[in-house]
């Protein structure tokens, strides 16, 4: 049991504080009052980038002692700085960009943080995901967001498969030069529903192409895609399938070999295969491939 008060003087006490500060994700305007102030008041900031978080810096005059915490040094930084947090320094924990702690290491700080019953603290501020959702025309009462999908096609499949009755929205980030692939693979397993691809929120160049999945793959095919990119997709509900619908995807719980062998009980190989790659949305060649490895 763990019960934080983040701003009673015990825990001022007892050790220093975790702050997790919203820094800009183009536009240096988003930067706000409180976040400027929690970065000149800490004792030392943690940084993903170092050389980016010190633009940042310089900007707005804070001279803040800066450190490098990030997915390669997490092991060896982070028990170091739940030592400075416990002997009672504070620290700020920044990313490249937006919200620290969502799909980087900060998340490993803050559950150490937690364990330790050292004050977490956030101070919001500008968030890529929820931006994109806010703009993107599409239900916002129910998301999930997704973070980056696998690069391997095998993977993506599989990755998108779990995600095909989810009722919610969903959001995930993507780069320019794989989304093309990723819209291809989307298309295959969801369907032709209704997305939006946004890049370069907040900056000169930000864009939000709605539509069908469809639609954006022929978008893209004659705009070459540049930027970083929030996807947001329709979820299940959106699309019309029923609750009964979602469920009805028996197969959901189990690997393409027991699906194959389901169907091995009426049919022959050949045909079960086939089968299979229709449910899934895959190519019958990599369901070939992976059960008679």
Not at 171 to 184: A, C, G, Q, V, W
């Amino acid at each position: 049991m763990n019960v934080q008060k983040s701003f009673s003087e015990a825990a001022s006490e007892s050790s220093g504080s975790l702050y997790l500060v919203a820094t800009p994700i183009g536009n240096l305007e988003d930067m706000t009052f409180r976040a400027i102030r929690t970065l000149k008041e800490v004792q030392l900031i943690a940084a993903e980038d170092t050389r980016q978080t010190r633009k940042l810096l310089t900007h707005f005059e804070i001279g803040t002692r800066i450190v490098s915490y990030h997915e390669h040094n997490k092991r060896a930084s982070g028990p170091e700085l739940i030592r400075l947090l416990l002997e009672g320094q504070s620290i700020a924990l920044v990313s490249d960009a937006g919200l620290p702690a969502i799909s980087d290491p900060g998340a490993d700080l803050v559950k150490e943080a937690v364990e330790n019953n050292i004050p977490v603290i956030p101070i919001p501020g500008a968030n890529a995901a929820l931006s994109a959702l806010i703009m993107s025309g599409l239900p916002t009462d129910r998301f999930l967001f997704a973070g980056f999908p696998p690069r391997e096609r095998k993977s993506l499949m599989k990755w998108l498969q779990h995600m095909q009755a989810q009722k919610g929205t969903l959001l995930f980030y993507e780069s320019p030069h794989r989304i093309s692939k990723t819209l291809d693979a989307l298309q295959e397993c969801l369907g032709d529903r209704q997305i939006a691809c946004v890049r370069e929120l907040t900056k000169r160049h930000e864009e939000a192409v709605r539509g069908r999945v469809s639609e954006c793959i022929s978008w893209f095919a004659e705009h070459p895609p540049q930027g970083e990119f929030c996807i947001v997709v329709e979820g299940a509900e959106g699309t019309g399938a029923s609750e009964q619908q979602a469920d009805d995807i028996w197969w959901s719980e189990l690997d393409l070999a027991a699906h194959v062998a389901h169907y091995e009980e009426q049919y022959d190989r050949k045909e079960a295969i086939k089968m299979v790659a229709v449910d899934r949305g895959l190519p019958k060649r990599d369901v070939y491939n992976e059960v008679n490895r």
